[in-house]
């Protein structure tokens, strides 16, 4: 089975953050079979070693990287599969994102405190919260003058606890590429 890692903060390359090769490194190290990084955002695919389970294989490969390039950020792990069921849901059907809008995914960690009842929006109208579960929260993000409304920022806020959060783009990118029917990547 294929796991995806979402780091908070992570840009590879950028101070504080792994390089590529760290990334993939201290994961390999930690017990995954294999690791790729998928695309520069802090966004890796790992197959677990045997014996081994993926939020434990995160939590010391997080350890490994604060050791080696100062990262303190957390990581959120879904399994591809979970991320493929989600995305077949079509879940921004029939929603409208123009311009430089985006449908977002924010992913949290459990326990959480709870959301208020979605869906709502921000007074400045920059965001729109749709619906959420207990791992993730699926919304837009608006531009509104000269910035667009951050899903994170709110989340982290309101829950007082960290999130991350990825173009719905990324999401579809990987599942289309980590989820033949084999489980293979298609490389």
């Known amino acids: ?6 780091l908070r903060n992570g840009n590879l390359g950028r101070p504080r953050s792994p390089t590529r090769a760290q990334f993939e490194a201290a994961f390999l190290e930690s017990g995954a079979a294999s690791a790729r990084s998928f695309l520069v ?10 014996g081994e389970r993926p939020r434990a294989v995160a939590a010391r490969a997080c350890a490994a990287l604060r050791a080696r390039c100062g990262m303190v950020e957390p990581a959120f792990v879904r399994s591809v599969g979970e991320l493929q069921a ?19 995914i924010s992913f949290l960690g459990a326990p959480r405190k709870p959301l208020p009842a979605l869906p709502l929006a921000s007074a400045r109208g920059d965001l729109e919260l749709l619906r959420s579960d207990d791992t993730h929260v ?19 806020r309101t829950l007082g606890e960290p999130a991350t959060t990825r173009n ?14 084999d489980g293979s990547s298609g490389d």
Do not use: H, Q
């Not at 089975?1 to 979402?6: L, N």
């Not at 955002?41 to 045997?50: D, M, R, Y």
């Not at 667009?148 to 920022?153: I, L, M, Q, T, Y």
């Open 1 to 6: 089975m294929r796991y995806a890692v979402f």
């Open 41 to 50: 955002n802090g966004t890796l695919v790992f197959t677990l070693a045997p």
């Open 86 to 104: 989600l995305v077949a849901e079509r879940p921004f059907a029939g929603r409208v994102a123009e311009g430089r809008d985006a449908f977002c």
């Open 138 to 156: 699926l919304s837009i993000s608006r531009w509104v003058g000269s910035s667009s409304g951050s899903p994170n920022a709110w989340l982290e």
């Open 168 to 181: 719905w783009r990324t999401v579809v990118r990987l599942v289309e590429k980590y989820s033949g029917p």
